[in-house]
């Protein structure tokens, strides 16, 4: 219930509070719900023996004189109460009453401490496995009854005398039992060496097997003589001196000495080198025989009686001569509705840029698009096919040669998408 507050009006008797038996109603109310919460609704129960202080911080205590003043744990589940005549405070728990250990504690309190029989000075606290409790005990310095050793020398697993081991070191024993003392490791202990195998002599050192390091003659000492049947590693002045070597191999010094090469010069005056026909040597040819002399006696130019002003032009097979300016755009497509040009006049590609073509010139136009867009030369947006001076193909290369009567305007159009093309502007 809410607490209910008692109108006692503005001024004395106005007559706008509560009536007294109002007000007596609701300080019923209130003390029965305060009643019934600390008792059984007449009696306090839960606050009793005057726990109820009025001095100090008027705070409620749960103070109780013996243990047996505790009401039923069960009932009052999670409450605190202090038993004075202990001296110490409960919490209540699965029905139990269960104490709480402070610093005024002994730890004989403790449900698994078994202070029954009284512990004597220097006794420890040892587990008995029996009684599943910890009872005083003596602890043995030399085992048994839970004891243990004293020094490193008293340990089951290690030796027994530090005697004649001075600055030596601890490892595992052979037979992986214990531990052993060692005066000095040996180089053989480290895993990638190896001087078991093959014991070493004076002199030697250790070389690498290409497993391990193993003991060797040094051949840099000079051994039973001063040639080596390897120059690797070696970094002595003498090894380092090619004259020095006995089995040195011959170097050819001039070209006629080389296996694959003429023997001679003679009657080869002004001839170049190439490989043979079998492409296992070189040899000397002639000029006007089996080099070339001119630039048409290369393979992949063919021209005849070339005239003054002609030019090299690739027509895709090879270089053949050209009468005139040649210039040359890679055309490629933005979907269906614009040709890309890339060439000169154009750094990137360009949607269906305006061409200017100069009468006398020859123009050649890679479409790469192939069969998609087909590329046709027309005399108006959508008219006929324009192909004076056109050769080639509309769906690969081909080549325009702008007629000195050329119209002044022309066009280019994809003969399946009309929206892919623009004008050809025809300039002198």
Known sequence: MTRQLINTGIIPNDGQGD???????????????????????????????????????????????????????ATYHGMFAHVHGENASYYAHSGAWVKIADANKSIGMFSDVDFSAAATNG??????????TWKPGDVSAGGGGGGGATSFLGLTDTPVTYSGLAGGFLQVNG????????????????????????????????????????????ATSGGGGTDADTLDGLDSTYYLNYNNLNNKPSVPTSILTLTDTPATF???????????????????????????????????????????????????????????????????AAGSS???????????????????????????????????????????????????????????????????DAPSTLYYQCTIHSAMGNTINIVS
């Not at 990638?192 to 193993?214: E, F, H, I, R």
């Open 175 to 218: 037979t992986a039992d214990g531990l052993q003392i060692v005066a000095a490791f040996s180089i053989d202990k480290l895993s990638d060496v190896d001087t078991t195998t093959t014991t070493p002599t004076s002199g030697q050192v250790l070389k690498w097997n290409g497993t391990k390091w193993v003991p060797g003659d040094d």
């Open 266 to 332: 003679s009657g080869s005056a002004g001839r170049t080198v190439k490989v043979n026909a079998g492409g296992t040597a070189l040899e000397f040819v002639a000029d006007a025989g089996g080099g070339a002399s001119t630039l048409n006696d290369l393979t992949d130019v063919t021209i005849s009686t070339p005239a003054q002003g002609d030019v090299l032009y690739y027509n895709g097979t090879g270089w053949v001569k050209q009468n005139g300016p040649t210039m040359r755009w890679d055309v490629g």
């Open 19 to 73: 009536s007294l038996r109002d007000a007596g109603g609701k300080m019923n109310n209130n003390f029965q719900e305060l009643y019934t919460a600390l008792g059984n609704g007449t009696a306090l129960t839960i606050v009793n023996n005057n726990l109820i202080t009025a001095t100090g911080a008027n705070k409620i205590t749960f103070l109780y004189q013996t243990l047996a003043d505790l009401p039923d744990a």
């Open 123 to 132: 006794q420890a606290l040892i587990y008995d496995s029996g009684s599943q």
């Open 338 to 404: 614009n040709y890309t040009f890339t060439g000169p006049g154009f750094a990137s590609a360009t949607n269906d840029p305006v061409l200017y073509l100069m009468r006398g010139h020859t123009y050649i136009f890679v479409n790469g698009t192939g069969s998609s867009h087909p590329f046709e030369f027309r005399v108006s947006n959508g008219g006929a096919e324009y192909s004076s001076g056109v050769s080639g193909s509309k769906t690969g290369t081909q080549v325009l040669e702008v007629p000195m």
